[in-house]
Nanobody, 114 residues
Framework: QVQVVESGGGLVQAGGSLRLSCAASGTIFRNMGWYRQAPGKPRELVATITSGGRENYADSVKGRFNMYRDDADKNTMYLQMNNLKPEDTAVYYC?????????WGQGAQVTVSS
């Protein structure tokens, strides 16, 4: 059974930091990524990483967010978010892509107060 579970969301003041975690299990995943959805807006890409370690970031988070995979368990991924802004407020979703399908986590709320 495939599972994708996020953790680490919360409330932080502008300029603060949070780290999100994503643990995926049940199959072999090629690529993983973070997406977010703010109220009334479509879901958007935040960052992705391939099995080879190639990273891609949305322009709005470049220089502030950093994603990385656990060295011991490549199915565990983190998103370090620094210098958070109120516009980063959203539900953050982890996406894990296998060779046959894509799987989403349940989401983690991140709220940044001004």
């Amino acid at each position: 059974q495939v599972q994708v579970v996020e953790s680490g969301g919360g409330l932080v003041q502008a300029g603060g930091s949070l780290r999100l975690s994503c643990a995926a299990s049940g199959t072999i995943f090629r690529n993983m990524g973070w997406y977010r959805q703010a109220p009334g807006k479509p879901r958007e890409l935040v960052a992705t990483i391939t099995s080879g370690g190639r990273e891609n970031y949305a322009d709005s988070v470049k220089g502030r967010f950093n994603m990385y995979r656990d060295d011991a368990d490549k199915n565990t991924m983190y998103l370090q978010m620094n210098n958070l802004k109120p516009e980063d407020t959203a539900v953050y979703y982890c996406k894990a892509v296998s060779y046959v399908d894509a799987y989403w986590g349940q989401g983690a709320q991140v709220t940044v107060s001004s």
